[in-house]
């Protein structure tokens, strides 16, 4: 397949919903697994907050859009699309799928809400000076995660929860840093950093 031809043509369809088109989106590119973890995970955001609702459902359907571009292409597409990528990116490229998620929201869903876009591109990392709505997308991810059987920081998550997303936040990026992290990424040291000031 060509990734980029295929993000270059994309076309949103008016005869279908903003949703069917994600869904269509996810069907062409055989990803249609990765549309139902979007569901939960949109259905999840929505449900640990009170507002944002609009948003935060688009955030979790597109949050994971660039699945579809293998883990072995994602350095070359990311250089094609003039996205910065960062050294712990060029180790450990999977960690591009968020960018290359936002990048597609932009170009093929015209989202030009910066507040879904910052959240997509940060939601496997957080990032520094991260907002409400970014741990949300963060938490609603690891809470429902695309991996069989129950994640194993949950109770711990959830427990942390009660007190802030901050907390609950800290409890999985403290459990990936503790898990052979492949690379430890710059944006999550710098979420940890300013989560336990
Ligand atoms: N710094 C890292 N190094 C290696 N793997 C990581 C790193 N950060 C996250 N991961 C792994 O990347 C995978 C995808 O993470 P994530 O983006 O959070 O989920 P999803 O793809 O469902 O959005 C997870 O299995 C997570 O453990």
């Keep these: 397949m060509d990734y980029i031809k295929y993000i270059n043509d994309f076309r949103l369809q008016t005869n279908q919903?903003?949703?069917?088109?994600?869904?269509?989106?996810?069907?062409?590119?055989?990803?249609?697994?990765?549309?139902?973890?979007?569901?939960?995970?949109?259905?999840?955001?929505?449900s640990l907050s009170k507002e944002y609702h609009e948003q935060l459902y688009q955030a979790g359907l597109l949050h994971d859009i660039s699945a579809f571009i293998p883990k072995s292409e994602r350095l070359l597409i990311s250089e094609k699309l003039h996205i910065p990528v960062l050294k712990e990116e060029h180790q450990v490229p999977l960690l591009l799928h968020q960018k290359l998620s936002a990048y597609i929201a932009e170009k093929c869903f015209q989202i030009k809400d910066p507040i879904i876009l910052n959240a997509i591109k940060c939601h496997t990392t957080l990032?520094?000076?991260?907002?409400?709505?970014?741990?949300?997308?963060?938490?609603?991810?690891?809470?429902?995660w695309d991996q069989p059987g129950i994640p194993p920081y949950l109770e711990e998550l959830n427990t942390a929860l009660k007190v802030s997303y901050q907390e609950a936040a800290l409890v999985y990026i403290d459990y990936l840093l503790s898990h052979n992290l492949l690379v430890a990424h710059p944006w999550l040291l710098a979420a940890k950093k300013q989560l336990t000031i």
């Excluded at 000076?129 to 690891?142: E, G, H, P, Q």
């Design 127 to 144: 990032k520094k000076n991260f907002n409400n709505f970014d741990l949300i997308v963060f938490l609603a991810d690891k809470i429902a």
């Design 17 to 46: 919903s903003f949703v069917e088109n994600i869904e269509r989106f996810y069907q062409e590119t055989e990803t249609i697994s990765t549309f139902y973890h979007g569901q939960m995970v949109a259905k999840e955001a929505v």
